[in-house]
């Protein structure tokens, strides 16, 4: 199993988390961005930088991922396509989306997209805060332990 993270919008936080559990447990993460991020000097913890452009990143991370492979995205198109080649995904504030889930938050997604695109200012996610990032590291170590290494 390998971690993917859709790294352009990936919270810091977030972030370090993952750099952590890839020393704690040997598993590879790799961050995919169109922009060079920093990221420490590991044998486990990778950068994959992809050109610019719309859902350049998610292409690719579709693209290299296998079956069982995690993806850490708030990112809900991706998320269901991930799901449906057998991935599994988290988002950045420790929501799970899995097969009976995905399909929901996919309808309210395009809902909310279809307010904005009529001109209804439906506003943003929430700023993260510290419950967020613990939810997150929870429900991966939640994840993590399930997983057959």
Request: glycine share 6%; net charge neutral.
């Amino acid at each position: 199993m390998q971690i993917w993270v859709d790294a352009d919008a990936c919270p810091k936080a977030i972030k370090e988390i993952l750099f952590r559990v890839a020393e704690r447990t040997s598993i590879i993460i790799t961050l995919v961005a169109n922009q060079y991020l920093s990221v420490p000097s590991s044998l486990y913890i990778q950068l994959l930088q992809v050109s610019a452009g719309y859902d350049v990143a998610d292409n690719e991370i579709v693209k290299r991922l296998s079956v069982g492979d995690l993806v850490i995205t708030a990112d809900i198109p991706l998320a269901s396509e991930v799901i449906d080649k057998g991935g599994h995904v988290i988002n950045p504030r420790g929501e799970r989306y899995t097969q009976e889930n995905i399909r929901a938050r996919l309808n309210v997604r395009d809902f909310m997209e279809t307010l904005r695109s009529s001109g209804i200012h439906t506003g943003g996610p929430g700023a993260l805060h510290s419950r967020d990032i613990q939810a997150f590291a929870n429900q991966l170590d939640k994840f993590l332990a399930k997983v057959d290494r």
